[in-house]
């Protein structure tokens, strides 16, 4: 066996129990490295006493209610999962992309009544990348309804050549 | 001791290009042809993202920061693999240009790295609410960050630039763990950055007058990269050049 030869196994074995202790290590810390708790798993996952965790989950169709608070514009809208909802009430100013069907991910904690009082709401982005125009052909064209607080469809409807969607509204 | 004795020359494969002179000869070569190409793409890509592309129906004009952003965490990430590369040429063959390059791609890629943390927090705090976030994507991009920070350090670290390099090489490939984490840490933690929209695997899901302008300036940057480590690592070598033959001047003049 060469010295390179050995320099190389050595350097792969390294590689290998390396790469099975951060495999170890991140499956065993995988809880704490979610940033949210989604609905369904708050009696789960959530910890308990009004103490602060992030919720996660899609704003719900129709939900959201806009009021004003001692001044300050404040929101009350449900969160969902598709297996449970959270009511969460904030006090603040809402992202800009904050809207009915939206991901969003709210810092606060759990009431006794099992509203979740909110300190922060972040609008989640996917990974969709839709131009106007085509957001737009996609309304005309009846493809999408967003007033009822539907998510765009899915990007291979408008985003495959051979779909006529986004020229027949152009 | 000339420059040429300092470095061997094995005449098998990848020691083909360990010679110095070689080296330099070729990468003279190549190298205005990587700035121009990188230049070029990137102005193009840049142009046609930052002016020409549609907004976006919900972000806006706010959606430009992505044809810098996504570039920049590319290459980011595909440096560190280069970096990792040369860490392996340098401590199995003890390839000696691997360590020179590998001195040289770190500055570059922390350079890269810091454009994608800044851009990405200037895009997050219209449209998330927040400049910074800590969940899985962005903290293991800021280990990387600090990756390539201490790998700047550490080669320079020593007296003996030998054991700089080799110390360098050994942070380097500990640090790869974090590439498949950096890749993966969308799919499998929650997080609020979002997943991938151009996959191997699937349909892109970027409509392509945005998808052609992000990939030009992919490719450009790209080119950009090699341009500056090949750059780096030509000028590095006529350093180690230069320093050897004053060496060699200052023993003869203690000889004589």
């Known amino acids: 066996m060469t010295r390179k030869r050995r320099r190389l196994i050595v350097l792969l074995a390294c590689g290998l129990g390396l790469g099975s202790a951060a495999a170890l290590t991140l499956s065993a810390f995988s809880d704490t490295l979610e940033l949210f708790v989604p609905p369904s ?20 169709a ?23 909802t959270v009511s969460v009430e904030y006090v603040g ?78 | 001791m000339s420059a040429s004795q ?17 080296f330099l000869r070729l990468s003279g070569r190549l190298l205005p042809w990587l700035a121009t190409i990188g230049i070029a793409l990137s102005a193009v890509g840049l142009g046609w993202g930052l002016t020409l592309s549609p907004a976006d129906w919900q972000q806006g004009d706010a959606v430009r920061i992505m044809y810098v952003h996504v570039p920049a965490a590319w290459l980011a990430s595909f440096g560190y693999a280069n970096l990792a590369a040369a860490s392996i040429a340098a401590l199995v063959w003890r390839h000696p240009l691997a360590d020179l390059a590998a001195a ?16 990405g927090s200037l895009w997050g705090k219209p449209m998330w609410g927040a400049w910074w976030v800590w969940d899985a994507r962005m903290t293991s991009v800021l280990v990387l960050f600090f990756l390539y920070l201490g790998h700047i350090a550490l080669v320079r670290a020593f007296d003996d630039p030998q054991r700089g390099a080799r110390a360098g090489a050994i942070l380097a490939l500990v640090g790869v763990v974090n590439l498949p984490i950096i890749k993966f840490s969308v799919e499998w933690w929650n997080t609020l950055h979002q997943g991938a929209s151009i996959t191997l695997t699937g349909a892109p899901t970027m409509a392509p007058a945005m998808l052609w302008p992000l990939l030009l300036v992919a490719i450009g940057a790209m080119f950009g990269f090699a341009a500056l480590v090949v750059a780096r690592t030509r ?16 023993q003869e003049g203690e000889a004589a």
């Not at chain 1, 009696?43 to 989950?57: E, I, N, S, V, W």
């Not at chain 1, 009021?67 to 999962?81: E, I, K, M, Y």
């Not at chain 1, 085509?134 to 291979?156: C, F, I, Q, R, Y």
């Not at chain 2, 000028?235 to 004053?246: D, F, K, P, Q, T």
């Open chain 1, 41 to 60: 798993r708050i009696a789960t996952d959530a910890p308990h006493g009004g103490r602060a965790f992030r919720l996660g989950g899609l704003v719900e």
């Open chain 1, 62 to 84: 129709g939900s959201v209610e806009r009021v004003s608070v001692a001044g300050q514009p404040a929101a009350r809208f449900r969160v969902t999962d598709g297996g449970a």
């Open chain 1, 93 to 170: 100013i809402l992202p800009d992309l904050f809207r009915e069907g939206q991901g969003v991910v709210t810092l606060g904690s759990l009431r006794p009544d099992g509203v979740f009082k909110a300190q922060e709401v972040l609008a989640k982005h996917d990974e969709n990348y839709m131009p106007k125009d085509v957001a737009d052909a996609l309304k005309k064209s009846g493809n999408w309804h967003p007033e009822t607080g539907a998510a765009p469809p899915a990007a291979a409807l408008w985003n495959d050549p051979q779909t006529k969607i986004t020229k027949a509204g152009s």
């Open chain 2, 6 to 22: 300092a470095f061997p020359v094995p005449s098998r494969n990848l020691h083909r290009f360990a010679n110095p002179g070689r």
């Open chain 2, 104 to 119: 040289e791609i770190s500055p570059v890629g922390a350079g890269f790295t810091a454009i994608c943390l800044a851009t």
């Open chain 2, 235 to 250: 000028a590095a070598v006529m350093e180690r050049r230069i320093r050897g033959l004053l060496l060699a001047r200052a």
